[in-house]
């Protein structure tokens, strides 16, 4: 089982706090939120619309400065964007001029690592290879279904090889059946490349399906309201959301969201 107390390794999220605007007017969006995810730990954020969701992913992105609170990324503060962590959102975010494959190997560029080009094809082709975009290696992203187009997104992320993905509803606007081929891919990438995820989605369903942990945030100002251990491991299959206990799962995080604590 994992544990959750490193502050050198994975990341950690202390006490953080965050407001937008001043005076009367001031929105107060997180507060004292804490949250620690494991090196190669895949945690799903759930909570109300509006509640702070992006703005927590965006503070460990590195694009909203918190107003209190320390956030650290294998034990060294977040002081701005940086290639330790790469992010996902729901409108694409794959360059329109480049093709599938030179978006990704963009992404190979990004690396620490600095091959060889031949090197870097490689690695752009075993990552086309697990995203299903081979045969589209050479199209241009407007040519690609929406759900292309996120596949390559993730490959691109993941190429990057960051020490933290971070997703923000990535899925949000796809169809279901799109939805649940790209919650599949995603469970299958991250079985075999194994990155530290965070994952932002309004679909409980989705969260238990995708993390080894769910955190429930309340209503805004947010704060962890509850954090909940999903059990399957790597046995990832979409014939566990019929479970009777992933039902009980779901059930009890709407619970929580409804309860509007
Ligand atoms: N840059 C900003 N300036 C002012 N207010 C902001 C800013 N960013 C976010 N907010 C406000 O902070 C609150 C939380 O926004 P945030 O986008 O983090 O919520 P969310 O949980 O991601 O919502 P959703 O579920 O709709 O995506 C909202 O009231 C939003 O209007
Ligand atoms: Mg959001």
Redesign the pocket.
Known sequence: MTQHTTATSGLSVRSVSKS??TGPKA?S?LQDVDLDIDDGEFVAVV?P????????LNAIAGFVTPDRGELLVNGEPVRGPGPSRCVVFQEYAIFPWLTVRRNIDFGTRLRAWKGTRPERARVTDRYLDMMGLTEFADALPKTLSGGMRQRVAIARAYAVDPEILLMD?PFAALDAQTREQMQEALVDINQRERRTVLF?T?QVEEAIFLADRVVVMSA?PATVQEVVDVPWGDRRTHEIKTEPEFVRLRRHIETLLRSRR
């Open positions: 937008f605007g929105v969006v909570g619309s509006g509640s702070g969701k992006s703005t927590l509803e932002v309004h805004r």
